[in-house]
């Protein structure tokens, strides 16, 4: 009697911050999956506003309520290397631009040069989210009323640790 294999897919993104698209991504390819792995790419020469750990358990308590969620890092590996490591057939992206779309194409024939047996799965967030990014959210950090602003564009567990270290701060 054969084991039936998992489905196993990977998300992979900076998550610095996490917001409400890639939460809306997670919930989207969850449903899809026996397991996601949600895995933060770490570039050492890039500079993060949040430690790898400090990302991780934003992650964690964004997505507590999907089971089939699990939170990892990888770095120094091209994504469909990693998902190869640890079994997973599926490499998940979003596409919420025209340029985007261009990009995530031509990586989907780059990854499939290296790992041929993996395959990516693009989904396009709605609307409210498809101009959501880390970078926009971090660049609204600090005029007058940046925090109800930013509010509506990260999960709470997210606004909460921004809130905690904007005060640690002393801002």
């Keep these: 009697m054969s084991q039936k294999r998992i489905r196993r897919a990977v998300y992979a993104g900076s998550f610095d911050p996490p917001?409400?698209?890639?939460?809306?991504?997670?919930?989207e390819a969850q449903g899809m999956f026996?397991?996601?792995?949600?895995?933060?790419?770490?570039?050492?020469?890039?500079k993060s506003t949040y430690s790898t750990d400090e990302r991780k358990q934003m992650l964690r308590d964004i997505t507590r309520h999907f089971p089939n969620v699990k939170i990892t890092a990888f770095e120094h590996?091209?994504?469909?290397?990693?998902a190869k490591s640890i079994g997973a057939d599926y490499v998940v992206r979003g596409i919420r631009t025209v340029s985007d779309y261009e990009y995530e194409r031509s990586m989907r024939?780059?990854?499939h040069d290296l790992q041929p047996d993996i395959s990516t799965v693009l989904l396009m967030p709605p609307r409210e989210y498809a101009e959501v990014s880390s970078t926009m959210v971090k660049g609204m950090?600090?005029?007058?009323?940046?925090q109800e602003?930013?509010?509506?564009?990260v999960p709470d567990a997210v606004y909460q640790k921004m809130m905690?270290?904007?005060?640690?701060?002393?801002?």
Aim: without cysteine.
């Design 19 to 27: 917001t409400n698209g890639h939460l809306w991504m997670i919930r």
């Design 34 to 46: 026996d397991e996601l792995v949600v895995a933060i790419g770490v570039n050492p020469d890039k």
């Design 77 to 82: 590996q091209f994504l469909v290397n990693y």
């Design 109 to 111: 024939y780059i990854n």
């Design 141 to 146: 950090v600090g005029p007058k009323g940046w």
């Design 149 to 153: 602003v930013i509010r509506r564009y």
């Design 164 to 171: 905690q270290d904007y005060v640690y701060a002393g801002r």
